[in-house]
């Protein structure tokens, strides 16, 4: 079991929508809005690395409304 989190920068208004959006993308454990200088944090649990890069690259990062990403796999 692979688990890491994915901090999401949102485009102007688009944090709550895509709460909801991140939320439902399967491998998808947990997401969180916050404050600082990202809008939401995600936490990932999948079977390989691969499979985070699918979720980050592929199904977060082309979600409208996502101005940027930053993916860090747990150590432990």
Do not use: C, F
């Not at 991140?22 to 491998?27: F, S, T």
């Not at 998808?28 to 990202?38: R, S, T």
């Not at 499979?51 to 409304?65: L, R």
């Amino acid at each position: 079991m692979v688990t890491a989190y994915i901090l999401v920068k949102a485009n102007t208004g688009e944090a709550d929508r895509l709460l909801h959006a991140v939320a439902g993308i399967d491998g998808v454990v947990d997401a969180h809005l916050v404050a600082g200088d990202v809008d939401l944090i995600a936490r990932v649990d999948v079977d390989s690395p691969a499979d985070v890069k699918e979720i980050a690259a592929d199904a977060i990062q082309n979600t409208p409304g996502v101005e940027d990403t930053e993916t860090y796999i747990s150590m432990s």
